[in-house]
């Protein structure tokens, strides 16, 4: 399987550097991966870009939560595209749906005009569609280079079935690139029931914090919320085990 493209998800500089060591294809830069990735600033493409040896997909998604832009979101969304272009991103990720679940087509036509000559991925948006095979169609007709889909499941080893029906159906119209749940113990199944020729995850691993003095009764965020002092960061062991795994 040494065709095989590797996408990391990665919300870190030093995560970029990890996909990088480990031999994968390129990252897609996000923020705020405990919402699934949101827009990184500016400072943070900036110097992914300059990490060397590995392509750099940058996400615009101005916030977590459903897919539904405000005019005020998708002048974001613009500025965005413009700056991720201006530090030389090689992709531009986003996805937006209209409020019966439908792909924007409208909008989608715009940001990806806006985003050229990058290449253009739709994100798993897409799994929030009614109907994946009327999406792909869509999709295709707009020129969007790649959609990434667990098959409209939690995980594509729940949604193998169905992602191995869009590769079928996408032919070499567009790529289908899977993720989700993707670990040593499944990647090779997962290759072999898809047919899937690009593979999207993230291999994050609990980094502690270097504080020795903790007030640990006081957050900076909500209710809900991630610990203060731990975060999560891309290995490079843990992203060369799933690509080895993949190729056997």
Do not use: W
């Not at 030093?14 to 996000?30: F, Q, Y």
């Not at 986003?94 to 940001?111: A, N, P, S, W």
């Not at 707009?142 to 029906?165: F, H, N």
């Amino acid at each position: 399987m040494t065709n095989l493209k590797f996408e990391i998800c990665v919300d870190s500089i030093a995560g970029v550097i990890a996909a990088r060591d480990a031999g994968a294809h390129r990252v897609e830069l996000c923020a705020s991966l405990i919402e699934g990735g949101t827009t990184p600033s500016l400072g943070m493409i900036k110097r992914a870009r300059a990490v060397e040896g590995i392509g750099l997909h940058v996400i615009i998604r101005p916030r977590g939560g459903d897919f539904l832009y405000s005019a005020e979101e998708i002048e974001v969304m613009e500025a965005d595209i413009d700056a991720a272009k201006a530090e030389g991103a090689d992709g531009i990720v986003f996805g937006m749906l209209k409020t019966d679940g439908t792909i924007d087509v409208e909008l989608t036509e715009r940001l990806t005009a806006r985003s050229r000559p990058l290449a253009v991925t739709f994100h798993r948006a897409f799994d929030m569609t009614p109907d994946p095979f009327a999406a792909l169609e869509t999709l295709i007709a707009l020129g969007v280079e790649r959609v990434l889909t667990t098959g409209q499941e939690a995980t594509v080893l729940e949604g193998a079935d169905t992602v191995a029906a869009l590769v079928e159906a996408a032919g070499d119209r567009i790529i289908i690139m899977s993720g989700g749940g993707m670990t040593p113990r499944t990647a090779s199944r997962i290759v072999a029931m898809t047919g899937i020729r690009e593979i999207h995850f993230a291999a994050l691993a609990p980094v502690g914090s270097g504080m020795r003095f903790r007030r640990p009764h006081v957050f900076m965020g909500g209710t809900l919320r991630p610990p203060e002092y731990d975060r999560l960061d891309t290995t490079a062991g843990d992203v060369a085990a799933v690509i080895a795994a993949a190729r056997s």
